[in-house]
């Protein structure tokens, strides 16, 4: 079945720790995204990736350092530099062409510092 | 820089009723999606836009876009309680994909 995935769902972190959340596609999707979501609250952007090895900022960018290696795959890394790191984490992906079609997002990682 | 800004962000209605929800965007794109959000869920993709003019519907759910004024509309049909969810507008700028805040949705019987 082709689809996005995102691991682990919850994940629990110490204070200082870098944690890294892992992001999989199947789709062949070029365009790949990072998003972090506060209880009640909307999806703001953390970075992007258009092509394998590029990537942009998106908004909430400080913190949160990425990689795009491969074109399945989207890891993003929480530094101990994120003061404020829990929440909910989405990962999406398209196709990042001109016949484009929706993003498609994984289920998420619920991220805790303990 | 992209903004994308919805309205209303809590919308409360009685089932059986009609609303609208709005999504303004700042800079000229022509391509914008709806999605919904069940508490402690991901995305799940309604509606794809991509044209100015552009109206889709499911079941009650019908979405439109209009590209000159930087609007699209999310309108609902006789409300019913399964309608209850978050929904989010998003648009999509060279890939660069910002999303609105939010419109939190209770359908009351």
């Known amino acids: 079945d082709g689809g996005i995935t995102q691991s682990p769902k919850y994940l629990f972190r110490k204070e200082g720790q870098n944690v890294t959340l892992s992001c999989e596609q199947n789709?062949?999707?070029?365009?790949m995204y990072w998003y972090r979501q506060d209880p009640g609250q909307g999806l703001r952007l953390i970075y992007y990736s258009q092509i394998v090895n590029d990537f942009q900022k998106g908004d909430i960018a400080e913190g949160y350092s990425v990689s795009r290696e491969k074109k399945e795959s989207f890891p993003l890394t929480v530094t101990s530099a994120q003061k404020n790191p829990t929440a909910f984490y989405l990962c999406?992906?398209?196709?990042?062409?001109?016949?484009?079609?929706?993003?498609?997002f994984g289920q998420g990682t619920r991220l805790t510092v303990v | 820089e992209l903004k994308v800004e919805q309205n209303p962000l809590f919308l409360s209605m009685q089932e059986g009723k009609n609303y609208t929800i709005y999504c303004n965007y700042s800079?000229?794109?022509?391509?914008l999606y709806w999605y919904r959000q069940d508490p402690g869920k991901s995305l799940e993709s309604l509606f794809v836009?991509?044209?100015?003019?552009a109206v889709k519907q499911e079941g009650r759910l019908m979405a439109s876009l209009d590209t000159k004024a930087r609007l699209s509309t999310l309108h609902i049909t006789a409300a019913v309680h399964d309608l209850s969810a978050t929904y989010f507008c998003a648009v999509d700028l060279n890939n660069d994909m910002r999303f609105g805040a939010g419109t939190r949705l209770t359908v009351k019987p």
């Open positions: 800079t000229t794109s022509d391509r």
């Open positions: 999406a992906s398209s196709t990042g062409q001109a016949d484009i079609t929706e993003a498609f």
């Open positions: 789709l062949n999707h070029d365009a």
């Open positions: 836009l991509l044209s100015n003019g």
